[in-house]
């Protein structure tokens, strides 16, 4: 059995418990905390935001790494802990806040560079948090975040797979992501019924591809996605068929040079950057009084 903290002993300590409507489950297996920082690349320099600190097993190895930890906890009880457990680590600031309301523009001009965002996130709020961290771009250097298994590999999948998805495409349009360790249930107390996995992103300097609307292309891969099970035609009519015509969405295909009956999962991000063009020249049209 894998060396574990005694986070029971500390959860007592401070009259506590794990807090099940706040998805509470407290990684305690020294070796994939270990592999975890190990991931993170750290140097001295290195200014990290950990999101979610909880009781701080991951804080106290990131501080030992990198030359500054910002330990975000919104819960009190457990930034009563953070701060006690801490009080004499200078390379430790706690910020009680809500990681999913982050500023991190405003966080990066504070700390005076781009920091490494590294975080263990509640399963029913990861998906909010990883698309602000996306939207932060170029504020943030890296990121490393775990989550549930299944949205890790929504995360990181490619065209032609079942997981492939909106999710994959937001993603890889702004960031270079990859899938790190997978994390059993037992490396947690109390054990949750998942398994989790790291992931890590770099924000892209440039857009993977540029495009006309960026709206219209979020508008697209929600709306076929949705219907995934669609050819991409049928899929595009029940998102654009209102404001376009059956002949406007074959030629938007058509210029890009993609058949009807494809599958959404078909689709490279490039293609459906090139789909959303089409798509967006001809809204444009009807929307300065053309017909479409």
């Given at each position: 059995m894998a060396e574990q903290l005694n986070v029971k002993a500390l959860l007592r300590k401070h009259g506590l418990r794990p807090k099940k409507s706040w998805s509470q489950n407290f990684l305690v297996d020294l070796d994939v905390l270990d592999r975890i920082v190990e991931a993170a690349e750290l140097r001295a320099d290195d200014v990290v935001v950990e999101l979610g600190a909880g009781l701080g097993a991951l804080t106290a190895m990131l501080a030992r790494q990198a030359g500054r930890v910002v330990a975000v906890e919104r819960d009190r009880d457990l930034a009563r802990v953070l701060r006690s457990e801490f009080a004499a680590d200078p390379r430790v600031e706690l910020l009680e806040a809500n990681a999913?309301?982050?500023?991190?523009?405003?966080?990066?001009?504070?700390l005076g560079r781009r920091p490494v965002v590294v975080g263990n996130l509640p399963y029913h709020m990861a998906s909010q948090i990883v698309f602000q961290?996306?939207?932060?771009?170029?504020q943030l250097d890296r990121w490393l975040v775990m989550v549930q298994r299944e949205m890790a590999q929504r995360m990181v999948a490619g065209p032609g797979t079942r997981s492939y998805g909106a999710m994959s495409i937001r993603l890889a349009l702004a960031a270079e992501v990859l899938p790190d360790l997978e994390v059993p249930p037992e490396a947690f107390l109390p054990a949750p019924r998942v398994h989790s996995q790291v992931v890590r992103g770099r924000p892209r300097s440039t857009a993977l591809v540029e495009v006309r609307d960026a709206a219209v292309l979020d508008r697209l891969i929600r709306g076929v996605f949705s219907q995934r099970r669609k050819q991409?035609?049928?899929?595009?009519?029940?998102?654009?068929?209102?404001?376009?015509?059956?002949?406007?969405?074959?030629?938007?295909?058509?210029?890009?040079g993609l058949l009807p009956q494809l599958r959404p999962e078909q689709l490279a991000v490039e293609q459906f950057a090139g789909l959303a063009d089409a798509l967006a020249a001809r809204l444009e049209l009807v929307q300065t009084g053309g017909h479409q």
């Open positions: 999913a309301r982050l500023d991190f523009a405003a966080l990066r001009q504070r961290l996306v939207e932060a771009g170029q991409i035609f049928n899929g595009l009519k029940a998102t654009f068929g209102r404001e376009l015509s059956a002949d406007a969405i074959e030629e938007a295909l058509q210029e890009a």
